[in-house]
T-cell receptor, first 111, second 114 residues
Framework: RKEVEQDPGPFNVPEGATVAFNCTYSNSASQSFFWYRQDCRKEPKLLMSVYSSGNEDGRFTAQLNRASQYISLLIRDSKLSDSATYLCVVVPSGGYNKLIFGAGTRLAVHP | DVKVTQSSRYLVKRTGEKVFLECVQDMDHENMFWYRQDPGLGLRLIYFSYDVKMKEKGDIPEGYSVSREKKERFSLILESASTNQTSMYLC?????????????FGSGTRLTVV
């Protein structure tokens, strides 16, 4: 079983739609969680951290459910520029700040 | 802004060649990482280093080695390149305890082994 699992998509949505991605992780001792964004043929970049209390950054909302070991990302009012691959990322316990990446969920926003 | 520079965007090498991928960061970060990214598999950690001359194996170290002689430079070495090492290679750096601030990635090296 992969440590971090995501639906690969693609999610094809119209502009203005609300879309949600989920991600599950296998290591219950994982300590930190993030969403990264990766544009086509570019490097990943940090989108936002994910906290147990949930957190919001503009149109983006991230949630963590430790009991069920999943995290989610909600994008409201989708823009064409949101088209990208969204990577779910987990930091296991044990130090060194190693990041464990999911394979990513591809989002395509169309006019 | 932190900058992580990978020496080549595209490389084509022959099977059996020794290949060096170079990564340099300019923000005095202690921790540096090498990942490879393949479709459907995501990013997988090859090796990382938390200090000069220190290295730790990641999840898929076989066929690779690394060198960290200076803090700013972390090199990935393919001892004898094989076709299954055709991939996108990404270098990243961060400060210890600063994963919350995100890794900074280089722009990647797309390696093709023929």
């Amino acid at each position: 079983r992969k440590e971090v699992e995501q639906d690969p998509g693609p999610f094809n949505v119209p502009e203005g739609a609300t879309v949600a991605f989920n991600c599950t992780y296998s290591n219950s001792a994982s300590q930190s969680f993030f969403w990264y964004r990766q544009d086509c043929r570019k490097e990943p970049k940090l989108l936002m951290s994910v906290y147990s209390s949930g957190n919001e950054d503009g149109r983006f909302t991230a949630q963590l459910n430790r009991a069920s070991q999943y995290i989610s990302l909600l994008i409201r009012d989708s823009k064409l520029s949101d088209s990208a691959t969204y990577l779910c990322v987990v930091v296991p316990s044990g130090g060194y700040n190693k990041l464990i990446f999911g394979a990513g969920t591809r989002l395509a926003v169309h006019p | 802004d932190v900058k992580v520079t990978q020496s080549s965007r595209y490389l084509v090498k022959r099977t059996g060649e020794k290949v060096f991928l170079e990564c340099v960061q300019d923000m005095d970060h202690e921790n540096m990482f090498w990942y490879r990214q393949d479709p459907g598999l995501g990013l997988r950690l090859i090796y990382f280093s938390y200090d000069v001359k220190m290295k730790e194996k990641g999840d898929i170290p076989e066929g690779y080695s690394v060198s960290r002689e200076k803090k700013e430079r972390f090199s990935l070495i393919l001892e004898s390149a094989s076709t299954n090492q055709t991939s996108m290679y990404l270098c990243a750096s961060t400060r210890p305890g600063r994963a919350n601030y995100g890794y900074t990635f280089g722009s990647g090296t797309r390696l093709t082994v023929v």
